[in-house]
């Protein structure tokens, strides 16, 4: 299993991104994908998880509202658009394959419950 995100950048705050996650070596179909993000010198802090099909998501409560994240299975791909973005925002971005085919709650936000990552892609929000 691979994943690959892709996408990071220099932005303004109030400016938009769209982060992509290329899986390769699974059927992204069968499992729930997530994007998390780290600050340097902190934990790894969950953004979003959505389901199987896309149908259902989670956010975190500072980017609801902002971000939004979706699937295409068809072409393996993930997607996290991020919408006025602010400073706060600034990060390495993760996606990542949750380790069974579904989660609830809480489970879904914990980065110990996820067993394959990208590399991270860097997103800077500043003027």
């Known amino acids: 299993v691979q994943l690959q995100a892709y996408g990071g950048g220099l932005v303004q705050p109030g400016g938009s991104l769209r982060l992509s996650c290329a899986a390769s070596g699974l059927a992204p179909n069968r499992y729930y994908m997530g994007w998390f993000r780290r600050v340097p010198g902190n934990e790894r802090e969950f953004v979003a998880v959505l389901t199987r099909n896309g149908a259902n998501t989670l956010y975190a409560d500072s980017v609801k509202g902002r971000f939004t994240i979706s699937r295409d299975n068809a072409k393996k791909t993930m997607y996290l658009q991020m919408n006025n973005l602010k400073p706060e925002d600034t990060a390495v971005y993760y996606c990542?394959?949750?380790?069974?085919?579904?989660?609830?709650?809480?489970?879904?936000?914990?980065?110990?419950?996820?067993?394959?990552w990208g590399q991270g892609t860097h997103v800077t929000v500043s003027s």
């Open positions: 990542a394959k949750y380790r069974v085919n579904r989660c609830v709650g809480d489970a879904c936000k914990n980065a110990n419950n996820y067993d394959a």
